[in-house]
């Protein structure tokens, strides 16, 4: 979908585990395919991106170093945005590992291919979600999921970014630089949304059933 927006270029990084990317858009001269894995491509990288999408390996260490890496090398422009994809259940807060043996074995939590079943933290087999990857074998506690490597990362630079979560298709993560804000009308009007947006999410998670009501009763006076 994004290489269909016109005037786009797209850095794409991923080791083409299942599809060989490189081959598929040797012919594109707007997107650039770098074969490997994150943790080894970011670091090299020097040009500027408005907007960066993380939806590789969902693990805590993946992704904690991934932001790392992108602040160091300084990659967003100022007033850019990174996506999160799994900012929810099932992996907020739980590691997923597509390839094990890349994740230093400190940071590996206990795993196993079996399946992901909402409101329990231990796996099941053979039912569940997402069965055929190799997820952790228990949810929560530190250093564990995607959510919790960018809080984490935001304990480190908190100051400096707005979180915005949404929980639909598994949660939504958006993240601006605040630098980039210029004016103090902007930034006030995006602290504000970030404020009310995550009140909204909040009460969504934790009382679904009042949310629908009252989100029925708004859209009937609509
Ligand atoms: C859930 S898919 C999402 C792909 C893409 N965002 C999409 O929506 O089609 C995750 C992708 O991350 C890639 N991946 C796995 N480990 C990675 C890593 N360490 N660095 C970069 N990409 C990785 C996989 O090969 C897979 O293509």
Same mark, same amino acid.
């Given at each position: 979908?994004?290489?269909?927006?016109?005037?786009?270029?797209?850095?794409?990084?991923?080791?083409?585990?299942?599809?060989?990317?490189?081959?598929?858009?040797?012919?594109?001269?707007?997107?650039?395919?770098?074969?490997?894995?994150?943790?080894?491509?970011?670091?090299?990288?020097?040009?500027?991106?408005?907007?960066?999408?993380?939806?590789?390996?969902?693990?805590?260490?993946?992704?904690?170093?991934?932001?790392?890496?992108? $602040? +160091?090398?300084?990659?967003?422009? =100022? *007033?850019?945005?990174?996506?999160?994809? @799994?900012?929810?259940?099932?992996? #907020?807060?739980?590691?997923?590992?597509?390839?094990?043996?890349?994740?230093?074995?400190?940071?590996?939590?206990?795993?196993?291919?079996?399946?992901?079943?909402?409101?329990?933290?231990?796996?099941?087999?053979?039912?569940?979600?997402?069965?055929?990857?190799?997820?952790? $074998? +228990?949810?929560?506690?530190?250093? =564990? *999921?995607?959510?919790?490597?960018?809080? @984490?990362?935001?304990?480190?630079? #908190?100051?400096?970014?707005?979180?915005?979560?949404?929980?639909?298709?598994?949660?939504?993560?958006?993240?601006?630089?605040?630098?980039?804000?210029?004016?103090?009308?902007?930034?006030?009007?995006?602290?504000?949304?970030?404020?009310?947006?995550?009140?909204?999410?909040?009460?969504?998670?934790?009382?679904?059933?009042?949310?629908?009501?009252?989100?029925?009763?708004?859209?009937?006076?609509?």
């Amino acid at each position: 979908m994004l290489v269909e927006a016109s005037g786009v270029h797209l850095t794409v990084i991923d080791p083409c585990l299942d599809a060989d990317l490189s081959a598929k858009y040797s012919n594109d001269k707007r997107i650039t395919v770098h074969k490997g894995l994150s943790l080894e491509i970011v670091p090299r990288l020097s040009e500027k991106f408005d907007c960066i999408l993380i939806d590789g390996d969902h693990n805590w260490y993946t992704v904690f170093n991934e932001l790392r890496a992108i $602040e +160091e090398r300084q990659l967003l422009t =100022n *007033g850019g945005t990174i996506f999160f994809h @799994d900012v929810g259940w099932p992996y #907020g807060r739980r590691d997923m590992y597509y390839q094990p043996e890349t994740i230093p074995k400190e940071f590996r939590h206990p795993y196993a291919k079996k399946g992901i079943i909402y409101g329990r933290s231990e796996l099941s087999s053979p039912e569940g979600k997402n069965s055929g990857f190799f997820n952790a $074998e +228990e949810e929560g506690g530190e250093k =564990n *999921g995607v959510l919790t490597a960018i809080e @984490d990362f935001l304990i480190e630079r #908190g100051n400096e970014y707005l979180l915005l979560r949404f929980t639909a298709e598994h949660g939504l993560g958006v993240l601006v630089k605040k630098h980039g804000i210029k004016s103090r009308k902007t930034l006030a009007k995006w602290r504000w949304l970030c404020l009310v947006h995550n009140m909204n999410e909040a009460i969504r998670r934790r009382f679904p059933r009042v949310y629908r009501v009252v989100k029925g009763i708004a859209k009937r006076a609509n």
